[in-house]
């Protein structure tokens, strides 16, 4: 993953410099990727509360028998942040080239963390992928109580 940060000062008030970081995600790094962050605009930003729920919903869909790409197609679809639908998206068009749900979420490893990315990625070298998602989002609900 190619992640950008520039950090940018701007004079206050009093005199001081204050800096403020911004973010962007070369669009080189995916062709064709849905998302691309240039600019102003913020990398994104997904809460615990929102990652918890997303990967419950995706492990109930898997444990249906939903196949990966539909149930990412269909959480976009439900989310309301357009900048959860654009990482959601990102991933589920990273999975229709081909690539691993894990390498998908690996260009977003500063939302979901690197214990999550490995922990996914376990789950598709043994085949149980909902399993590992339900301990995840379980995992991740208790730190938030």
């Known amino acids: 993953m190619a992640v950008t940060l520039f950090a940018e000062s701007k004079p206050t008030k009093s005199g001081r410099e204050d800096f403020q970081t911004s973010g962007s995600l070369r669009s080189d790094v995916i062709p064709g990727s849905r998302i691309t962050l240039f600019g102003s605009r913020r990398l994104p930003k997904i809460s615990q509360a929102e990652i918890v729920h997303l990967t419950t919903q995706l492990a109930i869909m898997l444990r249906s028998g939903v196949d ?5 197609e269909s959480l976009a679809r439900q989310v309301e942040q357009d900048q959860v639908k654009e990482v959601l998206l990102a ?9 691993s749900f894990s390498e998908g979420l690996s260009r977003f490893e500063f939302i979901f963390g690197q214990s999550y990315v490995a922990s996914v990625s376990a789950g598709e070298a043994s085949g149980k992928m909902w399993p590992v998602l339900q301990q995840l989002a379980n995992l991740r ?5």
């Not at 609900?141 to 109580?145: A, H, S």
């Open 68 to 72: 990966l790409t539909s149930a990412l």
């Open 141 to 145: 609900g208790n730190t938030l109580k």
């Open 91 to 99: 991933i589920h068009d990273d999975v229709m080239s081909g690539r």
